[in-house]
């Protein structure tokens, strides 16, 4: 199906703005097939990685400030973050250029059913449980988007029967003309606004994992959230609600004795290992998503063996009694609350980084309730701080160093607390992604003695 697919493109130029973890394989692919790429980018080309890597292979690469000059590809890939309203871009498609992604390139060719899951929090907790949940009840699951490997490159291995799961991005659906099988939102609040402009481009874009499906689709909404459960209207098919504030007749809910569907007890909370009741939240949204295929078994059997993802209240080691978390997937105060509600005793916070222009104000309160100390690090420290300084929090410091802000954690740590990193702000500062953030944190905290 592959071969099927690039021979669509047979004798024709293609594009590729961003050679990032989205692009790379497909631009690998069609060079193998022969066909012309080339790679656009703002980078100048001494200074761009690979340049030389594909030297001799036919690939163009134009780089530098003038990058989108002269646009004449027959189709152009674009990264996900990078916006399809440029100018030049709007001009380029008016002249016949075919403005794509990897995701909208996927679901238009997939073979087998897709479930997507998009919010403002627990879209990779989400997307894992369903992967796992699937797996456990014996289907076949690719898993992609935000997380896993590059599905449009993996067509030839997809059955009919198999399942694709995938986590997207704002930025991906923000281009997006297709909608999955089976649509998740978990939650909305204020998220990437340095990039959508505002929080009505924000909602709009998740809500394109709604606008294309067909009577037959299905969407799992969290009825909890004043936002998502708005999204309804827009529901063509199934609509499928979750809750942990109200006992649903006819949906997922949760309280202290565990997830319920309906009247019926299907899990109880004791035997859910990851912690956290935003965890409960992705247990009654993932379980909502593939209830039809699944038996009690598989769920409990995920349940008792699921700690939590990478990066997302991750524990790290224990140190002359001072436990240490990595929770750097926590990018925006929503994330972060979820993190600090986790903990019964205050906790020592490491917090800031890249400036997503979303507002900082809740994090006063939160950390006057939850935290015992904070380290600000990063490009939002003193939006941080006016928020802490508004609520009357004055037990921080500001640190210009990621190394420092740890090293200032376990000065002001004694035995029986806890240092999280918990950045509620975007690693871009730093950092190239939230795993390297993460993992820096990890290697730190691992050399400590």
């Known amino acids: 199906m592959l071969d099927r697919y690039l021979s669509n493109f047979k004798g024709k130029t293609v594009g590729f703005i961003g050679l990032g973890i989205s692009n790379r394989p497909i631009f690998d692919a069609m060079l193998e097939n022969g ?24 690939a163009q690469f134009v780089c530098g400030e003038h990058y989108l000059d002269d646009i004449h590809e027959n189709v152009m890939f674009l990264s996900p973050a990078v916006r399809p309203d440029i100018p030049q871009l709007l001009d380029a498609e008016r002249n016949g250029t075919k403005m794509t992604s990897e995701m909208e390139e996927f679901f238009e060719n997939c073979p087998c059913r897709t479930i997507g899951i998009t919010g403002s929090d627990g879209k990779t907790t989400t997307t894992t449980l369903i992967s796992l949940l699937l797996k456990a009840s014996g289907h076949r699951v690719f898993l992609g988007g935000n997380i896993g490997a590059n599905l449009l490159v993996s067509l030839d291995e997809m059955r009919p029967e198999d399942y694709a799961v995938v986590e997207l991005s704002s930025f991906q659906l923000f281009k997006m003309r297709r909608s999955p099988d089976v649509a998740v939102v978990t939650n909305l609040s204020p998220n990437h606004l340095d990039w959508h402009g505002s929080m009505e481009e924000y909602q709009a874009a998740k809500t394109n994992i709604l606008n294309f499906q067909n009577e037959h689709g299905i969407a799992v909404f969290n009825l909890d959230d004043p936002h998502t459960s708005e999204f309804a209207e827009k529901a063509k098919g199934a609509i499928r609600y979750i809750s942990g504030e109200k006992r649903l007749e006819n949906g997922v809910w949760f309280d202290g004795k565990g997830l319920h569907d309906g009247d019926k007890l299907i899990l109880k909370d004791s035997d859910i290992l990851a912690v956290g009741r935003h965890n409960r939240y992705n247990y009654a949204a993932a379980f909502s998503a593939v209830k039809d295929v699944l038996t009690e078994d598989d769920l409990n059997n995920v349940a008792r063996t699921f700690r939590g993802v990478e990066h997302r209240i991750e524990f790290v080691r224990e140190l002359k009694g001072v436990k240490f978390f990595n929770s750097s997937i926590d990018s925006s105060p929503s994330r972060t609350k979820a993190c600090l509600s986790s903990f019964k005793d205050k906790v020592i916070v490491i917090c800031g980084g890249y400036d997503k222009k979303i507002p900082m104000d809740p994090l006063g309160p939160l950390f006057r309730d939850k935290v015992k100390y904070a380290v600000l690090c990063g490009a939002t420290s003193e939006k941080i701080k006016l928020a802490l300084e508004e609520a009357g929090f004055r037990s921080y410091e500001v640190v210009d160093d990621f190394e420092k802000a740890v090293n200032a954690a376990c000065k002001k740590a004694v035995p029986g607390d806890s240092i999280v990193l918990s950045p509620a702000s975007a690693s871009f500062d730093q950092f190239r992604n939230f795993e390297e953030r993460g993992n820096r944190f990890k290697q730190i905290v691992l050399k400590l003695s």
Do not use: A, M, N, W
Not at 35 to 58: A, M, N, Q, W
């Open 35 to 58: 066909i012309h790429c080339i790679v656009r980018d703002k980078k100048p080309l001494s200074e761009h990685p690979d340049f030389r890597t594909y030297e001799g292979t036919g």
